[in-house]
């Protein structure tokens, strides 16, 4: 995916488990349909590149971020080896970072951080406390509603559309999205990141002509 305006672009940090695609999914088109260009690690492809480099470029390139810390639970059932997840806390980190250190343009940074329950990220990770972190519930139409309304308060755009619109939106495509999977010879199962993001922006795309 080619990297598009500094001011368009959000970072979303969340995790990439089959239990959370429901939630990223509603994420990507909730974004989409605000006016903006969803941007993640899995957009890229190449064996070649180190994946927290590539983490790196799109947190530079991306002047909105969204972190979801929900998933922190232990990955495995043995006691003896079972460790938390860090990745999403690692790459708020590194936004926060980007913000507090980085030139004039990334200052310009404004961050989303949610969590499943409020007040839950004091157990693990109470160092960002202070930030006005908005809980989700694992329900998304919790979740669009708090995308839009924070992209619209940080971008001060008057265009995007109710979250309840959105959600509306989001339910009637999500109903023809087998349809439109296989007018691109593509099964359910085999639709990748980039396919769902593609189809997510034509569908969009097409409804506003």
Same mark, same amino acid.
């Given at each position: 995916?080619?990297?598009?305006?500094?001011?368009?672009?959000?970072?979303?940090?969340?995790?990439?488990?089959?239990?959370? /695609?429901?939630? *990223?999914?509603?994420?990507?088109?909730?974004?989409?349909?605000?006016?903006?260009?969803?941007?993640?690690?899995?957009?890229?492809?190449?064996?070649?590149?180190?994946?927290?480099?590539?983490?790196?470029?799109?947190?530079?390139? @991306?002047?909105?971020?969204?972190?979801?810390? =929900?998933?922190?639970?232990?990955?495995?059932?043995?006691?003896?080896?079972?460790? !938390?997840?860090?990745?999403? !806390?690692? /790459?708020?980190?590194?936004?926060?970072?980007?913000?507090?250190?980085?030139?004039? *343009?990334?200052? *310009?940074?404004?961050?989303?951080?949610?969590?499943?329950?409020?007040?839950?990220?004091?157990?693990?990770?109470?160092?960002? =406390?202070?930030?006005?972190?908005?809980?989700?519930?694992?329900?998304?139409?919790?979740?669009?509603?708090?995308?839009?309304?924070?992209?619209?308060?940080?971008?001060?755009?008057?265009?995007?559309?109710?979250?309840?619109?959105?959600?509306? *939106?989001?339910?009637?495509?999500?109903?023809?999205? !087998?349809?439109?999977?296989?007018?691109?010879?593509?099964?359910?199962?085999?639709?990748?990141?980039?396919?769902? @993001?593609?189809?997510? @922006?034509?569908?969009?795309?097409?409804?506003?002509?």
């Amino acid at each position: 995916m080619a990297a598009t305006d500094y001011a368009t672009n959000v970072f979303f940090n969340c995790p990439f488990d089959d239990g959370y /695609e429901e939630l *990223r999914d509603a994420m990507v088109f909730a974004i989409y349909d605000c006016g903006f260009i969803p941007r993640c690690a899995l957009e890229e492809d190449n064996g070649g590149d180190v994946r927290f480099e590539k983490i790196k470029k799109i947190i530079e390139d @991306s002047k909105f971020g969204i972190h979801d810390i =929900s998933r922190t639970e232990l990955d495995q059932i043995d006691e003896n080896t079972a460790l !938390p997840r860090f990745n999403m !806390p690692l /790459e708020l980190g590194v936004f926060i970072g980007a913000k507090r250190f980085g030139d004039s *343009r990334q200052k *310009r940074k404004n961050l989303l951080i949610l969590d499943r329950d409020p007040y839950r990220y004091h157990i693990f990770i109470s160092d960002i =406390s202070g930030h006005d972190i908005r809980s989700h519930g694992d329900d998304l139409e919790k979740l669009i509603s708090k995308v839009r309304d924070w992209l619209t308060t940080a971008s001060r755009r008057k265009t995007i559309p109710g979250g309840q619109k959105i959600l509306e *939106r989001y339910r009637a495509f999500r109903k023809e999205l !087998p349809v439109l999977a296989a007018a691109l010879d593509l099964e359910m199962g085999e639709i990748t990141y980039n396919d769902y @993001s593609n189809i997510v @922006s034509e569908w969009l795309k097409e409804k506003s002509s």
